[in-house]
């Protein structure tokens, strides 16, 4: 079946970075665009990135552009979130999303913080 799973994420002070990783299995990871959303608490998950099958398309929330960047690699049925310049308002639980699929990892806590 369908397996996602996040890791990279921890605690970071303002102005740091992350990286994100998200490891898949149990299906063909290249038929799947993929999505990264992210959930602070008390709010709505949102969509953070998107990137498409082959990686040649990418779309990013307002609030990340220019700071985050989404990549994949169809070898490694993996797919990434680079995050550079990090301010507390991105504090939340990150998912990635196979969004043929509908299906999501478990998340990983990312907090920035002084």
């Known amino acids: 079946q369908v397996q996602l799973v996040e890791s990279g994420g921890g605690l970071v002070q303002p102005g740091g970075s992350l990286r994100l990783s998200c490891a898949a299995s149990g299906f063909t990871f290249s038929s799947s665009t993929m999505s990264w959303y992210r959930q602070a608490p008390g709010k709505e998950r949102e969509l953070v990135a998107f990137i498409s099958r082959t990686g040649g398309s990418t779309n990013y929330a307002d609030s990340v552009k220019g700071r985050f960047t989404i990549s994949r690699d169809n070898a490694k049925n993996t797919v990434y979130l680079q995050m550079n310049s990090l301010e507390p308002e991105d504090t939340a639980v990150y998912y990635c999303?196979?969004?043929?699929?509908?299906?999501w990892g478990q998340g990983t806590q990312v907090t920035v913080s002084s």
């Open positions: 999303k196979a969004d043929r699929y509908g299906r």
